[in-house]
């Protein structure tokens, strides 16, 4: 089974698509830093680039990349679902 996400730190909340992910697809990860392979089905599109949840959020609760904090979800997000703008709030700005 082909990669369509990737995983950069083991304690991540969200992989990185590097490839599209349908709906409804379980898809591959690869979590770089210990060289495994978790599974994650999709709930929605996920766009090469984009990210996806690895996990359950309510709102406020911090994403996890690079083994970083990025930002704050602002509404709840399920396993599964599309992370970006919508449902993001980036630490950085």
Known sequence: MAVKFFVH????????AVADIKAGE???GWVMDTNAEITVTAL???PLGHK???CDFLPGDTVIKYGESIGKTTQAIKKGEH???H???TARW
Not at 9 to 16: A, F, S
């Open 9 to 16: 730190h083991e304690k991540d909340t969200v992989g990185v």
């Open 26 to 28: 379980t898809a591959t």
């Open 44 to 46: 929605n599109d996920i």
């Open 52 to 54: 996806i949840a690895l």
């Open 83 to 85: 992370v970006h703008i």
């Open 87 to 89: 449902n993001l709030k």
